[in-house]
């Protein structure tokens, strides 16, 4: 793994968090985007190296609007970048990781993804994220 690319904060409404965030981060959010395959609206900021997305559902049975409804709003992943992600998908799958997509799927911000189980990451839903070169 490269470096952290990204914290998932799950927000219940874009409206409402891009302001509070364009202050407390001291910038503005520089790219908004839906993701339609993961029902969600993103909202992007960079601090330094690091990202922070804005994740809100789109849809009620969304995975952000569970996720909220379960634990309310606040941070929902860790993304980290790595150089070739089938290959670090398979190096963490030999390790006993349990993979949620058994292969990379398009993401925000022109990215391949895959996510790990909490289950298998100490309850931290793990992203796993490449720059799609395609």
């Given at each position: 793994?490269?470096?952290?690319?990204h914290?998932?904060?799950a927000?219940?409404?874009?409206?409402?968090?891009?302001?509070?965030?364009?202050?407390?981060?001291?910038?503005p959010?520089?790219?908004?985007?839906?993701?339609?395959?993961?029902?969600?609206?993103?909202?992007?900021?960079?601090?330094?190296?690091?990202?922070?997305?804005?994740?809100?559902?789109?849809?009620?049975?969304?995975?952000?609007?569970?996720?909220?409804?379960?634990?309310?709003?606040g941070?929902?992943?860790?993304a980290?970048?790595?150089?070739?992600?089938?290959?670090?998908?398979?190096?963490?799958?030999?390790?006993?990781?349990?993979?949620?997509?058994?292969?990379?799927?398009?993401?925000?911000?022109?990215?391949?993804?895959?996510?790990?189980?909490?289950?298998?990451?100490?309850?931290?839903?793990?992203?796993?994220?490449?720059?799609n070169r395609?």
């Open positions: 793994m490269l470096r952290v690319e914290i998932g904060i927000v219940k409404s874009l409206q409402d968090s891009v302001p509070l965030f364009e202050k407390l981060l001291n910038t959010c520089y790219k908004t985007e839906t993701v339609e395959s993961e029902a969600v609206n993103t909202a992007f900021f960079r601090q330094g190296e690091t990202k922070i997305e804005l994740l809100e559902s789109t849809k009620p049975e969304g995975v952000i609007q569970a996720f909220i409804a379960k634990k309310g709003e941070i929902h992943h860790l980290f970048e790595v150089e070739d992600i089938a290959a670090e998908m398979e190096r963490l799958k030999k390790e006993g990781f349990v993979l949620l997509n058994e292969t990379p799927k398009k993401g925000a911000d022109n990215k391949l993804v895959c996510f790990l189980h909490p289950k298998s990451t100490n309850a931290v839903l793990i992203e796993l994220c490449q720059e395609r």
